[in-house]
C-alpha cells in the first residue's frame, strides 16, 4: 500500500481555472504508508489558487484520500489478525473438549493408562530419520500393526480410542479428529492422570488435596508447545516392520539404540521409562544396569520423591513433546471452520 501527495495533486490541478487570480509556493509532504509506519519527505510545488478552491480545499482532498487508503490498508490487518484470533479459539475449545472426553474415558478404564502411553511410544517410534517416513500418523490402528509383537497387549486401549472417537467426531464442527492427533493426545491425558495421582498419594489420598497441590506445583504450564502441535494427517497404510523392539524383550543397549535413531539420548530414555511398560519400577530397575542410563534413573527417582517432581515432569513433557511430532507436518488450521456471520439487520436494539 502506498499513498503519496504527488499521485493525487496532478488529477485535482486540471479543475483549476487559469489564469488564476495569485499563486503561491506551497512545500507538500509525500507520505508511504507501509506496514502501519508512514514516512514522510517535503516536496515543493506549485500550485494555483482560484476562488472557491483553494489550498485548503486541495489539502483536505489529499488528506483524505491517504486516510482512506490507510485506513483500508490496516483493516485487512486487522481481519486477518481476527480470522486468526478466532481460529486459534476454535481450536483451544475443541482441545478441551477431546481432554474432558478423554479423562472421562481414563477415569473408567484406569488399568489401560501404561498401555495408552505405550501406545502413543510405538506409534511414534515408527519413525526413520533417514526416510523421513513414520512416526506419530496413527498407523498403529490398522489390524496388521497392532497385531505385531511389538504392539502385544495394545489392542484394547485402541479399542478405547476408537469408542472416543466417536465421540469426540459427534461433536467436532471442524471435521473428524484424526487418529494421529487423538493417539497422543490420550498419552497426554494419561501422563497428566498420573501426576495427578502422585500428588494425591503425597496428600496421604486426600483428593482435594492433591489436586490443589498438583494445581500450585505441577506442571500443566509446561504443555503449551504440545498443544500447538494439534493437527496431525492420518497414515493412509501401516508404516514398515521391524523399526519398533520388543521392550520388554529388548536390552537396554537395544533401548539406546532405537532411541539414539531418532536423536534421543539415555537422558530421555529414562524419563520415558512408564512408557516402556506396565511397570515402570521393573522397567527403571533393568535401565539402572547401564553406566550411562542409571544416573538419569537414579535423577527422575529422586525428583518423584519431591513435592513438585519438577525435573521429572518437566523433562517427560519436554521429550514426550518432541516425540509426538517426529516427521509430521502440522495443519495449524485443522479442525477450524467458518464463524457463522450475524446479520445485524436482525438485531434486536
Not at 20 to 49: D, L, M, N, P, Y
Request: proline share 5%.
Amino acid at each position: 500500500m502506498g499513498a503519496s501527495f504527488l499521485s493525487t495533486v496532478p488529477s485535482m490541478l486540471p479543475i483549476v481555472p487559469s489564469p488564476s487570480r495569485s499563486a503561491f509556493s506551497t512545500v507538500a509532504t509525500r507520505c508511504s504508508a507501509h506496514a502501519g509506519a508512514i514516512r514522510c519527505h517535503k516536496i515543493e510545488t506549485q500550485i494555483t489558487v482560484e476562488d472557491g478552491f483553494g489550498r485548503r480545499d486541495i489539502l483536505k482532498c489529499i488528506g483524505a484520500t491517504i486516510g482512506m487508503e490507510i485506513i483500508s490498508g490496516s483493516g485487512s490487518i486487522e481481519m486477518a489478525r481476527a480470522a486468526d484470533l478466532i481460529q486459534r479459539r476454535q481450536r483451544s475449545e475443541f482441545i478441551s473438549n477431546i481432554k474432558e472426553t478423554l479423562q472421562t474415558a481414563l477415569k473408567g478404564n484406569p488399568d489401560l493408562i501404561p498401555s495408552l502411553l505405550t501406545l502413543a511410544l510405538n506409534d511414534a517410534m515408527t519413525y526413520d530419520k533417514a526416510t523421513k517416513s513414520g512416526g506419530p500418523n496413527g498407523s498403529i490402528r490398522f489390524s496388521s500393526e497392532i497385531s505385531r509383537p511389538e504392539n502385544k497387549g495394545l489392542s484394547a486401549a485402541m479399542n478405547l480410542l476408537e469408542e472416543a472417537k466417536k465421540e469426540i467426531d459427534s461433536y467436532s464442527k471442524g471435521g473428524p479428529i484424526s487418529f494421529a492427533d487423538l493417539i497422543q493426545y490420550a498419552a497426554q491425558s494419561a501422563v497428566k492422570t498420573t501426576f495427578l495421582a502422585s500428588a494425591i498419594r503425597k496428600c496421604g489420598g486426600n483428593e482435594e488435596k492433591g489436586r490443589l497441590l498438583y494445581t500450585a506445583y505441577g506442571s500443566n504450564g509446561q504443555w503449551g508447545l504440545f498443544e500447538k502441535q494439534f493437527g496431525r494427517t492420518d497414515a493412509q497404510e501401516p508404516d514398515p516392520e521391524g523399526r519398533v523392539p520388543q521392550w520388554e524383550k529388548a536390552t537396554v543397549q537395544e533401548m539406546k539404540d532405537k532411541f539414539s535413531a531418532i536423536g534421543f539420548g539415555p537422558r530421555q530414555l529414562a524419563v520415558m521409562s512408564a512408557f516402556l511398560g506396565p511397570d515402570q519400577a521393573a522397567t527403571e530397575a533393568l535401565l539402572a544396569t547401564d553406566k550411562d542410563v542409571s544416573p538419569w534413573v537414579q535423577k527422575y527417582q529422586r525428583s518423584r520423591e519431591t513435592v513438585s517432581q519438577t525435573d521429572y515432569e518437566v523433562d517427560l513433557i519436554t521429550t514426550f513433546t518432541k516425540l509426538s511430532s517426529l516427521g509430521q507436518q502440522i495443519n495449524y488450521e485443522a479442525y477450524t471452520y467458518p464463524a457463522q456471520k450475524i446479520e445485524l439487520s436482525k438485531l434486536k436494539l
